[in-house]
């Protein structure tokens, strides 16, 4: 029997960036020499939305995600000696995405590269922003057209690059099922290729298609996953070949990256995630078919906080062993002709192709945001439902809880910590960078980038031209701003009455019985300070207290302490309940704790939700906040019985 080729791995990345450029830097050319063999960068929340480090937004949130980019300065720093010609650089940026590149082409050109040979990623993916991430700037339409911009701009100068990386990770973040993942995904692919055609020659447009990537999730379902991975190869196939006519099988391949499920990943007995880990990564990798481009994994803590470099390493080599020791790439596909899987895989294309129908019927990805975050609200709530009614089980959480102390969680409490220090200095930075710049030239690349936004031409030209001017993050997204308008997406959860009640009619009971003795329903205020995105869990416990028959006021993500703390004393709040998932929850409460108390609120109990160490809890409940919760707190109906409690007049007796 002849001996087949063995496989070339695939790309071996940890996400990674934090604290500052220089930091990250080195972090990177550590991860480079233990073998990794491409870099996958992380950007901090102010650099996402478009936000210098010194924004009052950026307060409490620079370098605890990712690395702040404020000029390019900073670009120059994170890539000091990694030769970027050389280099396969994926970066997770959308809003920002035509700015960030437009400085990494400006370092790549200030290091002698031949920018055309460049090669990486940027994720670009703006309708998953509104959908579950939350990091967008612009409203849907111009955000759509710069995602061509970088599209068009990339094929023409950069034509290794990838200028789209459609992300389906979030939308599995979020509660997605597999078909509303595949489905979600393909209706955004489909909806940028269809801005893009009419820029793009007809000779050349089947090659462009042939750019557009994928980067997804795989979760701990790993049958249904690696069978959701053969749709998407399916479907994508499918797309291309008849709604584009492209016919040549290599512009229609599905190309993509992933990063396994961090959503499932848990606090409780957290050494438990290595296996998770391990486990979905098989997912991806194991179907020759449908393996995945590149991987990154997670790390054993991340549901406790930021991993130190061991945690990182520790996944890294979980790809090499099995990359290189064992002989997965010596076969061909291992599912081809199974029938349990072609039957499972055909239930998921029939699934996603009705509800590709479904989307297209109302316009297509862009005209049905407020439709695809109502359906993920209402996934996410059924998945956690199944959760605490112990019909999903998850080990250590609501099944075999009792375990040994974790000896992996050791005085550092198994996590890196951001110095706080790192914010002001980084300001110093940007501060030092303002005053040395050309302010006349900087003024005339503003000018130049305005009038190119307002006219419709492509914006990449003069963001690089800006990048070299030494225009900062804030500065371009501004001029965007100004010319494009600002956007609040939907937040998936209405406020009108509920008619789900299996299992709350305790809870409803309680909340009557408060209500009545108030005078109005429990008036319950949520809201996400900061940056942060991440709106799942804020969605869902407005959405629990809604179904309990409390008054809520949720308004979505990025609102000040000074917006909350306005609408705490405008709805006359019984209670304030606050989601911060990105590690800036002690400052930016400590300011809400003091405006409440300016504002005569103190009276008004505070609730805080995110991932925040046992040490930080204390701090928060010593600044005066009613209780903490960390995801070990899956039970919902808990939290509620406690909100109920604390609106609770002391005249009414706890039953």
């Known amino acids: 029997m002849p001996q087949m080729q063995k496989d070339r791995p695939w790309l071996i990345r940890t996400y990674a960036g934090h604290s500052t450029a220089k930091a990250s830097n080195a972090l990177y050319r550590a991860n480079l020499a233990k073998g990794q063999t491409g870099l996958s960068v992380a950007f901090d929340l102010p650099t996402q939305t478009g936000y210098d480090s010194d924004h009052v937004l950026a307060r409490g949130e620079v370098g605890k995600v990712g690395v702040p980019v404020c000029h390019l300065g900073d670009m120059r720093a994170l890539f000091d000696q990694i030769p970027l010609e050389q280099m396969n650089t994926s ?158 099988p ?65 996944s890294m080599r979980m790809q090499q062993i099995l990359a290189y020791e064992t002989d997965l790439l ?70 075999w809880t009792e375990g040994e102390p974790s000896p992996l969680q050791t005085e550092d409490g198994g996590i890196m910590v951001v110095d706080p220090a790192v914010e002001q200095e980084q300001i110093e930075r940007l501060n030092a960078w303002r005053g040395e710049r050309d302010n006349d030239a900087v003024q005339s690349a503003l000018a130049a980038l305005r009038a190119a936004a307002q006219s419709g031409a492509n914006v990449m030209e003069p963001s690089i031209a800006a990048a070299k001017a030494g225009v900062t993050t804030g500065e371009w997204a501004e001029e965007m701003r100004k010319v494009y308008g600002t956007y609040r997406g939907p937040t998936g959860v209405s406020a009108s009455v509920s008619n789900k009640t299996e299992g709350l009619d305790d809870l409803r009971d309680a909340v009557n019985a408060v209500s009545d003795v108030l005078g109005r329903r429990i008036k319950f205020v949520v809201g996400k300070p900061g940056l942060d995105g991440h709106s799942n869990g804020a969605e869902q416990i407005a959405f629990r207290a809604r179904d309990c028959g409390m008054d809520i006021t949720y308004d979505g993500i990025r609102m000040t302490p000074a917006e909350l703390v306005e609408a705490a004393q405008n709805d006359d709040a019984h209670v304030v309940g606050l989601s911060i998932l990105s590690g800036s929850h002690l400052p930016l409460v400590e300011e809400m704790m003091q405006r409440m108390r300016d504002a005569g609120l103190d009276h008004v109990p505070v609730i805080v939700g995110g991932i925040i160490p046992d040490e930080d809890a204390q701090k928060l409940k010593s600044m005066g906040v009613a209780r903490v919760y960390t995801p070990k707190d899956f039970e919902l109906n808990s939290i509620m019985s406690d909100i109920v409690d604390l609106a609770r007049p002391p005249e009414i007796a706890v039953n």
Request: glycine share 6%; aromatic share 8%.
């Open 91 to 248: 970066m997770t940026i959308n809003a920002t995405a035509p700015w960030l590149l437009a400085l990494y082409i400006a370092v790549a050109e200030e290091q002698g590269a031949d920018v055309s040979k460049l090669q990486g990623t940027v994720q670009n993916d703006l309708i998953k922003e509104y959908l579950s991430r939350g990091t967008y700037v612009c409203p849907p339409k111009p955000s759509l057209k710069m995602i061509a911009d970088v599209a068009e701009y990339c094929y023409t100068n950069v034509p290794k690059w990838n200028p789209m990386n459609v992300c389906s990770y979030h939308l599995q973040e979020a509660g997605a099922t597999p078909e509303q993942e595949l489905a979600f995904a393909l209706a955004t692919a489909q909806a940028v290729l269809d801005e893009l055609k009419p820029r793009i020659a007809t000779e050349d447009f089947p090659a462009m298609v042939g750019r557009i990537s994928f980067f997804v999730n795989a979760g701990i379902r790993f049958v249904t996953e690696m069978c959701k991975m053969r749709a998407f190869v399916d479907l994508w196939d499918e797309i291309c070949r008849d709604r584009y006519g492209v016919e040549d």
């Open 330 to 399: 010596e076969y061909g596909d291992l599912f081809d002709g199974n029938p349990a899987v072609d039957a499972k895989v055909e239930e998921l294309k029939e699934g996603a192709r009705a509800e590709l129908a479904n989307l297209e019927s109302m316009g297509g990805a862009v005209a049905s945001i407020e439709y695809m975050k109502g359906r993920l609200v209402d996934s996410n709530a059924e998945r956690l439902n199944r959760i605490e009614k112990n019909e999903t089980v998850v080990v250590g959480v609501n099944k």
């Open 250 to 314: 290599k512009f229609r391949r599905f190309r993509y990256g992933v990063q396994v499920n961090s959503l499932g990943l848990t606090e409780q007995q957290p050494e438990n995630n290595v296996y998770r880990i391990l486990i979905e990564m098989l997912a991806v990798t194991l179907s020759k078919k449908a393996r995945a481009r590149a991987v990154q994994l997670p790390a054993w803590n991340e549901a406790l906080g930021l991993p130190r470099p061991w945690d990182q390493q520790w």
